[in-house]
C-alpha cells in the first residue's frame, strides 16, 4: 500500500525558516508533490520533485531524496499569509495518476 | 486560469438519499478526481478516471460511485447517503501523462447528511 506521513503542526515566528518533513512509501514512485490550503480554500500546488536535490521557488524550496524516500519544504522569509496547511502528495504509475495526500501539516505563523 | 467548478458549496440530505456531487472542468484534462477531507486524515481519494467513461477506485470507494460521461465533468454519485458520508468533498482535474502535471482543485463541497 501507499502511506505518507507528515507531522501534524508546526509553530513558527515571522521572517524565520520552517522545514515541513515528509516520508512516503509506495510502489512505482513518480514524484513528491506539496500543496498548500488556506482555511475555506482549495488545495493549491506549490511544487513537485521527481529527482532528488533541491528545486527553488522564490520563498519556498522542496528537497527529495528517493532513496530515504523522504523531502520536506522549506519556507523562509515567513509572512503571517503563510499559516496555512501543506500536503506532501505522490503519484504512482497506476492508470490515470493516482495521486495520495498525506494527512497535512498546519503552519501556524506567529507574529 | 484552470477552472474546476463544483456545483454546489453546502449540501444538506437525509439519511438514504440518493446525492449527485458534480465538477466541471474547462481545461479539456484528461484525469479528474474526486476527494474527502475530513480533520486530521487530510484528503483520501476516492474515485478517478483518466478517459470518458474509464473509472478506477482509490482507497475508499466503499458507498460511493461515479460517472463521466463527457470529458469536462465527472460526477460523484452517494447511492444511500449516510451520516458517516459527511465531509468535505473536493474535485481535481490535472492535464494528461506528464508526471509532474499538478492537480488543479475546485472549492469543494461540504456535504452534512443527518
Known amino acids: 500500500g501507499q502511506s505518507l506521513e507528515q507531522p501534524s503542526e508546526v509553530t513558527a515566528v515571522e521572517g524565520a525558516i520552517v522545514q515541513i518533513n515528509c516520508t512516503y512509501q509506495?510502489?512505482?514512485?513518480?514524484?513528491l508533490s506539496w500543496y498548500q490550503q488556506h482555511d475555506g480554500g482549495a488545495p493549491t500546488f506549490l511544487s513537485y520533485?521527481?529527482?532528488?536535490g533541491l528545486e527553488e521557488t522564490g520563498r519556498f524550496s522542496s528537497f527529495l531524496s528517493r532513496s530515504d524516500s523522504y523531502g520536506y519544504l522549506l519556507l523562509q522569509e515567513l509572512q503571517m499569509k503563510d499559516s496555512a496547511s501543506y500536503f506532501c502528495?505522490?503519484?504512482?504509475?497506476?492508470?490515470?495518476?493516482?495521486?495520495?495526500f498525506g494527512a497535512g501539516t498546519r503552519l501556524f505563523v506567529k507574529a | 486560469d484552470v477552472k474546476v467548478t463544483q456545483s454546489s458549496r453546502y449540501l444538506v440530505k437525509r439519511t438514504g438519499e440518493k446525492v449527485f456531487l458534480e465538477c466541471v472542468q474547462d481545461?479539456?484534462?484528461?484525469?479528474m478526481f474526486w476527494y474527502r477531507q475530513d480533520p486530521g486524515l487530510g484528503l483520501r481519494l476516492i474515485y478517478f478516471?483518466?478517459?470518458?467513461?474509464?473509472?478506477e477506485k482509490g482507497d475508499i470507494p466503499e458507498g460511493y460511485s461515479v460517472s463521466r460521461e463527457k470529458k469536462e465533468r465527472f460526477s460523484l454519485i452517494l447511492e444511500s447517503a449516510s451520516t458517516n458520508q459527511t465531509s468535505m468533498y473536493l474535485c481535481?482535474?490535472?492535464?494528461?501523462?506528464?508526471?509532474?502535471?499538478?492537480?488543479?482543485f475546485g472549492n469543494g463541497t461540504r456535504l452534512t447528511v443527518t
Open positions: 520533485n521527481a529527482l532528488d
Open positions: 502528495a505522490v503519484r504512482d504509475n497506476t492508470g490515470g495518476f493516482k495521486t495520495i
Open positions: 509506495t510502489s512505482g514512485f513518480y514524484g
Open positions: 478516471s483518466y478517459d470518458v467513461k474509464m473509472k
Open positions: 481545461m479539456d484534462h484528461e484525469n
Open positions: 481535481a482535474s490535472s492535464f494528461g501523462t506528464h508526471y509532474n502535471s499538478p492537480l488543479h
